[in-house]
């Protein structure tokens, strides 16, 4: 039943990818029936191969409880496939993009470009002010970190703007020194997250916008992914396992430590730890979780219906309800909850404990797959406008989205996209105004000469008093 539960996610998640295969390649919701077919295979897979060795709740589950998380997986997944099938056969998706006049559209990008800089670098020095050189970069503790920072979100987010910044560049029609001028910043955040804060999320969130400029920009679609570049994912993602493996079985010498790997019992555990403690399993687990611990529509949407109140900043509501993934933490995992650390979320989980087995995964993946149709739509339709120049910033977060739960979704959407869509809207008022402004009258003093400009000049008169 396991193994016939995969091949059905497997083939649910193809079947949406062929019926969009003449679309773009980074289509937000082919990267969501990805996401969504790795989160609910790659646990069931590596399980049956090996057991998973995690710090989890999970050796208590019942088997059928199992079953039923991959059955849950397999309805959101159906309930994206859905809305593909219906968003390409009604025509609502375009194969290509339309072809808008680029008036004005430099000025905006630049303005929009200059004031995103602006405001996220003077908010992002600040935070660094009030938290600390020393605790930001401080290696061994990272939840201090996260304490020291609470509080500090509208700040904090100042590095996202920058990078919003920077992608809106790379993506609109600004001037060349502009456009090297934000790639020199990007390649900065990269060294501050990387060499300074130990934060991928950054590199991430700029890898990802990049990528998917490229990929629109180069016109590359489903269809033309070749097995070659398949292969050379799953070789990549296998060499980067590969060097978890070795640096975890590391003794001291390139030989000695293929020789410890050699054993049998050693790859094992590696592996299992690896099945347990992937990215692509925390998810799946937690989903596991609530459904052995909670009953299935318990919560009766309650979690959806306070999505407007956690995005309120804890600086303005500090008792403000908690995220599921925060109640989840502080119940299930306390010690982790109180160094300031947490696990990821499921929508999965979410959509089955707030609308029940089965039909909820499914409403709420057509629900996400018809509103990622119409942002690609409107990205379509309007290729300068303001969804595409957002997308790019707002990817890495549509990976991540089975990790979290729909208020952090949406709540991080929000706050990344606010001070964007402020300035698009305030610019492009302001260009428009500028545009439509009538030239200035003659003066006043003139004003009466108007009319006898205005009439035909009599060429025999003037000859005649001449």
């Not at 993009?97 to 470009?113: E, K, N, P, Y």
Request: aromatic share 10%.
């Amino acid at each position: 039943m396991q193994l016939l539960l995969i091949l059905l996610s497997l083939a649910t998640v193809f079947a949406g990818l062929y019926v969009l295969r003449r679309q773009s390649l980074v289509n937000p919701l082919a990267i969501a029936l990805v996401v969504t077919g790795a989160m609910g295979v790659y646990f069931p897979l590596g399980s049956m191969i090996v057991e998973p060795i995690t710090w989890r709740n999970i050796y208590d589950i019942p088997h059928g409880v199992f079953l039923s998380t991959q059955a849950d997986y397999l309805c959101f997944a159906l309930g994206l496939s859905l809305a593909a099938i219906f968003a390409v056969n009604t025509g609502l998706l375009p194969s290509s993009a339309s072809r808008v006049s680029g008036v004005g559209i430099m000025s905006r990008d630049t303005m929009v470009t200059l004031g995103l800089l602006t405001v996220g670098t003077a908010l992002y020095v600040k935070f660094v002010m009030l938290v600390g050189f020393v605790a930001l970069t401080n290696h061994e503790n990272y939840a201090e970190k996260h304490l020291a920072s609470q509080g500090m979100g509208p700040l904090k987010l100042g590095l996202e703007w920058m990078i919003v910044a920077c992608l809106w560049a790379e993506a609109g029609l600004v001037k060349k020194w502009l456009k090297h001028l934000c790639r020199a910043i990007a390649v900065g955040i990269v060294c501050w997250s990387v060499g300074f804060i130990s934060s991928r999320s950054y590199v991430l969130m700029l890898f990802v916008g990049y990528a998917v400029i490229i990929c629109q920009r180069g016109g590359y679609r489903l269809k033309s992914i070749k097995p070659s570049l398949i292969a050379g994912v799953l070789f990549a993602y296998l060499s980067l396992e590969f060097f978890v493996l070795y640096r975890g079985a590391y003794s001291g010498g390139f030989f000695a430590t293929l020789q410890t790997l050699a054993d049998f019992g050693v790859w094992q555990d590696h592996i299992g730890v690896v099945v347990g403690g992937s990215e692509f399993s925390h998810p799946f687990i937690t989903c596991m979780e609530i459904e052995f611990l909670e009953d299935p529509g318990g919560l009766a949407g309650q979690s959806y219906l306070e999505t407007p109140l956690v995005c309120v900043p804890l600086s303005f509501f500090p008792n403000r309800p908690m995220t599921l993934a925060e109640a989840f933490v502080s119940d299930q995992y306390a010690n982790l909850s109180d160094r300031g650390g947490g696990t990821a979320f499921s929508l999965v989980a979410e959509a089955w404990w707030n609308l029940g087995a089965f039909w909820g995964p499914l409403a709420v993946g057509a629900v996400s797959g018809w509103c990622l149709v119409l942002a690609e739509r409107q990205r379509l339709r309007r290729p300068h406008g303001l969804v595409a120049r957002l997308l790019p910033a707002l990817a890495l977060l549509l990976i991540t989205a089975h990790r979290n739960t729909l208020a952090i979704v949406f709540k991080h959407s929000l706050m990344i996209s606010l001070p964007a869509v402020g300035l698009f809207a305030a610019i492009s008022i302001l260009l428009s105004t500028a545009r439509t402004t009538p030239s200035r009258p003659l003066p006043g003093r003139l004003t009466g000469l108007q009319p006898a400009l205005a009439r035909p000049v009599n060429n025999r008169a003037v000859s005649q008093e001449r």
